[in-house]
């Protein structure tokens, strides 16, 4: 599976940023999608994935102010980041895991800074 990841970028604290990740597979075929993200001097974690079945998991730290949500027509994921922190800059990551494992996408860096 070849994900295709966009929206990263520069944003002021308090912002809001989209990303999105395309992937080449079906979501037929895909038991779930999420994204973790990796800081500097940090390992990468898990922000949130989200289930075929359409159930969404969250880390602690992003609760209530990130949002993933799937367009299962054009089989693409996006998160929704609000209310954005200093301590939110990482370069995200996209994941879909199917029958044949766990497949990531290259990474987009997102900048929270004033």
């Known amino acids: 599976v070849q994900l295709q990841a966009s929206g990263g970028g520069l944003v002021q604290p308090g912002g809001s940023l989209r990303l999105s990740c395309a992937a080449s597979?079906?979501?037929?075929?895909?038991?779930?999608m999420g994204w973790f993200r990796q800081a500097p001097g940090n390992q990468r974690e898990l922000v949130t994935n989200?289930?075929?079945?359409?159930?969404?998991n969250y880390a602690d730290s992003v609760k209530g102010r990130f949002t993933i949500s799937r367009d299962n027509v054009r089989n693409t994921v996006f998160l929704q980041m609000n209310s954005l922190r200093p301590e939110d800059t990482a370069v995200y990551y996209c994941?879909?895991?199917?029958?044949?494992?766990?497949?990531w996408g290259q990474g987009t860096l997102v900048t929270v800074s004033s």
């Open positions: 994941t879909a895991d199917h029958l044949w494992g766990r497949s």
């Open positions: 597979m079906s979501f037929r075929r895909i038991h779930a």
């Open positions: 989200v289930t075929s079945a359409g159930v969404a």
